[in-house]
C-alpha cells in the first residue's frame, strides 16, 4: 500500500465526498462525454439534486447563468473541476445559512 492508503472504513467527509463524485457522474453520464455535465445534464441535477438550495433552479435563465458561470473554458461542457466550483458556492452558502439559524 502506498503511504496514508490504509484500506478501512471511510470516515464521514469522505464518504460525503465520495458522494458528491457518485451524484456529477449520475448525471455526466447521460448524454455525450460521461465525465462531462451538457447544460441539460446540469439542469437535471441542479433541479433534482439541490431543489431546496438554489433559488429559481425552474427558471431556465438562472439554469443558462449558472451554465455560464461554471463553464470556464466556454466549450459547452462543465468538467468536473467545473461542477466543484458550484459545489464550494452551495456550501459556502449552507454555512452561512446555518449560522442563521
Do not use: C, W
Not at 52 to 68: A, E, R, V
Not at 71 to 82: L, N, R, Y
Amino acid at each position: 500500500m502506498g503511504q496514508g492508503m490504509e484500506v478501512g472504513k471511510m470516515t464521514k467527509l469522505e464518504e460525503h465526498l465520495e458522494g458528491i463524485i457518485n451524484v456529477f457522474h449520475r448525471y455526466s453520464s447521460r448524454v455525450g462525454d460521461p465525465d462531462t455535465l451538457s447544460k441539460g445534464e446540469l439542469k437535471q441535477l441542479i433541479t433534482r439534486e439541490l431543489t431546496n438550495t438554489l433559488k429559481n433552479t425552474k427558471d431556465q435563465s438562472t439554469i443558462d447563468k449558472i451554465f455560464q458561470d461554471l463553464d470556464a473554458d466556454k466549450d459547452g461542457q462543465v468538467t468536473f473541476d467545473e461542477f466543484v466550483v458550484l459545489v464550494s458556492r452551495v456550501l459556502r452558502t449552507a454555512h452561512v445559512n446555518i449560522h442563521k439559524e
